[in-house]
């Protein structure tokens, strides 16, 4: 099925621990995004790619890296993770006209970090 | 610089009742609108968008939305609830024109009452 696939699902990290998470979409869409999503607060963007080889810093950047590996894959990373990191993670992709047709999600990467 | 308000983050509504969920945005130019849907455990989906063409927007699973620019506002409506329609919602808000960033509200939770 065409859409945004995001691995793993479920992650535990202990503090101080890095981890990579993956987001590929086969759709042919340009922009890809990463947001984290936390009770009461919504959707914050992390970081986005608008093109292939460039990337962005968004609202909440600090204590993450990303690559926009090609135009498929843009992954995220938590080089030593802390508590306050413990969210549930989304990656989205949509085209330059993203804003007439909106972003399409991936189902998430639900991450605790004790 | 754009904003969304969604006002209550808890709407309870009985079976058949109207639904109303309440967005207000601001932008300093012309706003693309969305409202999302996210089901317990999944990633968001376009529920419907508005694009500066008709100001009575209709959505998927009998939703509508009108853009009211004097009011700013863009709310969410469905003649009678269902069970399914148990989810989050999140209003969303890009400015008009080419590639931009999407903010998203921080979403209303609706709870169908048998």
């Known amino acids: 099925n065409a859409g945004v696939t995001q691995t793993p699902k479920f992650q535990v990290l202990k503090t101080g621990q890095s981890m990579t998470l993956q987001c590929a979409q086969d759709?042919?869409?340009?922009?890809m995004y990463w947001y984290r999503q936390d009770p009461g607060m919504g959707l914050r963007l992390i970081y986005y790619s608008a093109s292939e080889g460039t990337t962005d810093k968004g609202e909440v950047p600090n204590g993450y890296n990303v690559s926009r590996l090609n135009k498929r894959e843009f992954s995220l990373r938590l080089e030593s993770a802390a508590p306050s990191q413990t969210s549930v993670y989304f990656c989205a992709s949509g085209n330059r006209d993203a804003a007439n047709y909106g972003y399409t999600f991936g189902s998430g990467t639900r991450l605790t970090v004790v | 610089a754009q904003s969304v308000t969604q006002l209550g983050s808890h709407v309870s509504v009985s079976e058949g009742a109207l639904v109303l969920l309440r967005c207000n945005y601001s932008s300093s130019v012309p706003p693309y609108l969305f409202w999302y849907v996210q089901y317990p455990n999944q990633g968001l989906q376009l529920l419907l968008k508005?694009?500066?063409?008709?100001?009575l927007v209709k959505g998927i699973n009998g939703f509508e939305a009108e853009f009211k620019k004097s009011e700013t506002s863009f709310h969410l409506t469905k003649p009678s609830a269902h069970m399914s329609d148990a989810a989050e919602y999140f209003c969303a808000v890009t400015p008009s024109g080419g590639y931009q960033k999407v903010t998203f509200g921080t979403g209303t939770k609706l709870q169908v009452i048998p």
């Open positions: 759709m042919n869409h340009n922009s």
């Open positions: 508005y694009t500066s063409a008709a100001t």
